[in-house]
């Protein structure tokens, strides 16, 4: 069974940068669909980045061109590099894991596409 934990939350200021780590304690094959969602009090979880089994990257529109979603295989770390935050990226960070297929932007953010969760790491962005 996957196993997922989160870390490299914090609080930074407006347009400052973090980078999230997400380790993988144990692997499931097939299950290499990757993704990091994001949850803020009072709303729903949101798909960020996701990294297909075949290294297409997905990104929400709100986050382009400031994420970047990567990993390194090696040692079964997926990252999420987050520069220029503002204040409406603060929210609980939650790394993610799925059955890989072919699949639109829309499904590999979607939160029904995953089946593996992990814990969370919270970000917080001040203005």
């Known amino acids: 069974q996957v196993q997922l934990v989160e870390s490299g939350g914090g609080s930074v200021q407006s347009g400052g940068s973090l980078r999230l780590s997400c380790a993988q304690t144990?692997?499931?094959?097939?299950?290499?669909?990757m993704a990091w969602f994001r949850q803020a009090p009072g709303k729903e979880r949101e798909g960020v980045a996701a990294?297909?089994?075949?290294?297409?990257?997905y990104y929400a529109d709100s986050v382009k061109g400031r994420f970047t979603i990567s990993q390194d295989r090696a040692k079964r770390t997926l990252y999420l590099e987050m520069n220029s935050l503002k204040p409406d990226d603060t929210a609980m960070y939650y790394c993610?894991?799925?059955?890989?297929?072919?699949?639109?932007?829309?499904?590999?953010?979607?939160?029904?596409?995953?089946?593996?969760w992990g814990q969370g790491t919270q970000v917080t962005v001040s203005s």
């Open positions: 144990a692997y499931t094959y097939g299950m290499d669909q």
């Open positions: 990294l297909a089994g075949d290294g297409i990257k």
């Open positions: 993610a894991a799925g059955q890989w297929r072919r699949m639109t932007t829309v499904q590999a953010l979607a939160v029904n596409e995953y089946k593996y």
